[in-house]
């Protein structure tokens, strides 16, 4: 039976419900199956289909000739695109100590997603916040090269990962685990395991905001996110160019799946000044407002491309830790204002 269910898939995603964990109960009984499967996503729409899915894979495996399936859902959760204070899934599942809980998304690589990420939170901690960043992308992991650190967290007397910190930003990174430049080679169920290790087996201590970069795109970590800890909001990164509208749309569709609210959209790359003061729209401008409004989200804000970026990540010194007063540093606290003024509605 448990094999039947693996050709069930969660919707929107590749894997199957089984390797994530949802499959609670499976029993058999003179030809009557049962299967018991336990959402963390309010969405009806998810519970229908992975109901009539369940249902029809296991009317198929000889012998049954009757088949339930009990989908268990969750507290309805917020409806994406509102932000109306804290996530309702604040359950047993939320880690102690801190307050929120916010995850850098984008649909695709190469957008800036982690650039943003770090000068979130060092933004966030210029306004006196304290501030926690997980690098969630497993596989290629930038966070300490673009903090300047490079330590191995320390293990506490209750055996939990102690998170190095850097410009006062308490840092977990997978690339504080392995050695520079080996690959990590893992199927899902690693990457789920790992997730949930870095949030409940790391002690964060007392945080007002975690800050969760993740890998680009709608996979194994961004589901495993949504199952482990209860998300105040999303914040999607793009350009402006359609290319990267494209696939930021089905970034926004992954978070609508699962019922996280989405903070809002900021367009990085937005446009280029020249020394001569000529301003150059290199990708386009103007792509992430207008997405924001079609899909209804706030606009968070633009970000152009500075030279002073790409060095400080380069060099491990974030342009809102080396330049805070600059154009480019304050376009990172113009954005972490406007966040903070959402989250506290």
Not at 205 to 216: Q, R, S
Not at 241 to 263: C, D, H, T, W
Not at 324 to 337: E, T, Y
Request: one cysteine or more; charged letters at 20%; glycine letters at 12%.
């Amino acid at each position: 039976m448990r094999e039947a269910l693996k050709n069930v898939k969660y919707p929107g995603y590749s894997r199957d419900i089984l390797s994530f964990g949802l499959v609670k109960n499976v029993a058999v009984n003179n030809g009557a199956a049962s299967v018991a499967v336990e959402l963390t996503s309010a969405n009806p729409d998810v519970a229908r289909q992975l109901k009539a899915d369940c249902e029809e894979v296991i009317k198929r495996v000889p012998g049954i000739t009757l088949a339930h399936v009990d989908v268990r859902m969750p507290a309805a959760a917020p409806q994406a695109g509102t932000v109306a204070g804290p996530n309702p899934w604040a359950n047993q599942n939320r880690v102690p100590g801190i307050a929120r809980i916010v995850a850098v998304a984008s649909g695709k690589g190469g957008v800036g997603k982690s650039t943003c990420s770090v000068n979130l939170a060092c933004a966030l901690k210029q306004l006196g916040r304290r501030v926690g960043l997980l690098d969630c992308d497993i596989y290629g992991p930038s966070i300490p090269l673009m903090m300047g650190i490079r330590q191995r967290p320390t293990i506490s007397p209750e055996q939990k990962m102690v998170p190095p910190a850097n410009y006062g930003v308490k840092l977990m990174s997978m690339g504080f685990l392995i050695d520079d430049d080996s690959p990590v080679i893992w199927r899902g169920p690693m990457i789920m395991k790992t997730v949930q290790q870095f949030f409940h087996s790391v002690d964060w201590g007392e945080l007002d905001y975690l800050l969760v970069d993740l890998p680009p795109g709608t996979g194994d970590a961004q589901l495993s996110l949504c199952q482990t800890v209860p998300l105040d909001g999303g914040v999607i990164v793009t350009t402006p160019q359609e290319a990267s509208l494209g696939v930021v749309r089905k970034g926004i569709g992954m978070f609508e799946k699962v019922n996280v609210p989405i903070l809002g959209i900021i367009e990085n790359m937005s446009y280029f000044t020249a020394p001569g003061g000529e301003r150059v729209e290199i990708f386009g401008h103007g792509g992430g407002r207008a997405e924001a409004a079609r899909k209804n989200v706030p606009f968070l804000g633009e970000v152009p491309i500075y030279t002073e970026i790409r060095v400080g990540g380069d060099e491990g010194h974030p342009v809102v830790i080396s330049s805070p007063k600059s154009a480019p540093g304050q376009a990172f606290l113009g954005i972490v204002q406007t966040l903070e003024g959402l989250l506290k509605r």
